[in-house]
């Protein structure tokens, strides 16, 4: 049977998104001497993430507020205003009422973006044959070449490719915990990342070299992340993408379906 829309489900799905951010955050910020500047705090449900040294949006946004978090907006404003930063603010259908959308207005934020979160059974899932793309599970001493990806495949400068290895290395024997790199005639081409907890798997920072793009990639390390979280025997599998990206398409042709479409509101 279908998974229905309900509130339930979009509480697990904003949940599953906080948590694995927290717990990469989390990571990051207990290398030694904390070289990223990473800065967590809650106030009440609502997390604000912070870091020094990544000014992109994924590690400076604030996640899970709700309209009963109204008192908490100017301590948040004020949380990223210490540290010389505008607020983001990710709202999600359903968890925010008019007087919470009036009050982030009052403090000039303004709405701009969508994001839409999808999600799937993965016990309905059913493995495809992709036979040129081959997925294996990253090995610890192919960080660089994961952080070549990333960084080639998002547009980030070969200079934060030794920065993105140590980042994301110190995942690897952490719980819940998966890289995948998908490969075309043994040529490393494509990486992917799945972090399961509760039940519940999220399906992270997918990036393609651009010399590899439109030959089935990102939809084979979404299989591959689909068939481990049945493995695994998660009851719900989640991802993010931009409306009607690709990205969204392949996500759709793997049978995820869109479980909402949140706002961005960020500060003037």
């Given at each position: 049977m ?6 339930t489900?979009?509480q ?5 998104e906080s ?24 106030f ?5 993430l912070y870091s020094?040294?990544?000014p992109?949006p ?12 109204i008192?908490?907006v100017d301590?948040i ?8 930063r505008?607020?983001?603010v ?5 968890r ?8 982030l207005s009052s403090?000039g934020l303004?709405?701009?973006g969508f994001h839409t979160?999808l999600?799937?059974?993965p016990?309905?899932?059913?493995e495809?044959?992709?036979q040129?793309?081959?997925v294996?599970?990253l090995?610890?001493d ?6 070549t990806i ?20 110190v ?5 819940g915990w998966t ?5 075309v005639e043994?040529?490393p ?8 907890q509760d039940?519940?798997?999220?399906f992270?920072?997918?990036a393609t070299?651009?010399?590899f ?17 049945k493995r695994?025997h ?7 993408c931009s ?7 392949n ?9 909402y479409?949140?706002?961005?509101w960020?500060?003037?």
């Amino acid at each position: 049977m279908a998974i229905l829309p309900s509130e339930t489900l979009i509480q697990a799905l904003e949940s599953s998104e906080s948590a694995y951010m927290a717990d990469r955050m989390t990571a990051i910020r207990n290398r030694p001497g904390n070289p990223e500047g990473v800065e967590m705090e809650r106030f009440g449900s609502a997390l604000c993430l912070y870091s020094k040294s990544m000014p992109w949006p994924a590690f400076n946004t604030v996640k899970g507020l709700t309209s009963a978090d109204i008192d908490f907006v100017d301590p948040i404003l004020d949380f990223y205003r210490a540290r010389g930063r505008k607020a983001q603010v990710e709202i999600v259908p359903s968890r925010a009422d008019r007087q919470l959308l009036e009050r982030l207005s009052s403090r000039g934020l303004y709405q701009s973006g969508f994001h839409t979160s999808l999600y799937a059974d993965p016990a309905a899932f059913h493995e495809d044959e992709r036979q040129h793309v081959t997925v294996r599970e990253l090995r610890e001493d192919q960080f660089h070449t994961y952080a070549t990806i990333h960084c080639r495949g998002t547009g980030l400068a070969d200079n934060g490719i030794t920065p993105v290895a140590e980042n994301n290395k110190v995942l690897f024997h952490r719980p819940g915990w998966t890289f995948f790199i998908a490969y075309v005639e043994e040529e490393p081409a494509a990486t992917a990342v799945m972090f399961s907890q509760d039940g519940i798997a999220s399906f992270t920072f997918a990036a393609t070299l651009p010399q590899f793009r439109g030959q089935g990639l990102h939809g084979g390390l979404l299989a591959r992340r689909l068939l481990e979280a049945k493995r695994q025997h998660c009851r719900l599998a989640v991802s993010q993408c931009s409306l009607l990206s690709q990205s969204h398409r392949n996500m759709e042709r793997a049978g995820m379906r869109i479980g909402y479409v949140k706002a961005t509101w960020t500060e003037q």
